[in-house]
């Protein structure tokens, strides 16, 4: 089982910037796929985006142009950089990996206020 620990999320103003951080607890280099999700308070977890091992990335429309999602094997960690931050964008925001069956991490909060 992989297990994952995201970090990064905190208060932040509209526009602004925040990176988040899902280190995993073994190599990540074989794990097909990669992503985060977010929920909001009332609404279903989304996907944000994702990224596969070779490299293709995937993205949830309201965000492309505004957060990247980045992989550094040699660190087993997984990224989040996320620009340009709206208030729509608030939620728990979750690092997910493919490998046996999928795991989550326990999610980190990004609020963004007006």
């Known amino acids: 089982q992989v297990q994952l620990v995201e970090s990064g999320g905190g208060l932040v103003q509209p526009g602004g910037s925040l990176r988040l951080s899902c280190a995993a607890s073994?190599?990540?280099?074989?794990?097909?796929?990669m992503g985060w999700y977010r929920q909001a308070p009332g609404k279903q977890r989304e996907l944000v985006a994702t990224?596969?091992?070779?490299?293709?990335?995937n993205y949830v429309n309201s965000v492309k142009g505004r957060f990247t999602i980045s992989r550094d094997n040699a660190k087993n960690t997984v990224y989040l950089q996320m620009n340009s931050l709206k208030p729509e964008d608030t939620a728990i925001y979750y690092c997910?990996?493919?490998?046996?069956?999928?795991?989550w991490g326990q999610g980190t909060q990004v609020t963004v206020y007006s």
């Open positions: 997910y990996q493919s490998s046996s069956g999928g795991s």
């Open positions: 073994r190599s990540i280099f074989s794990i097909w796929k």
């Open positions: 990224i596969i091992s070779g490299g293709s990335t």
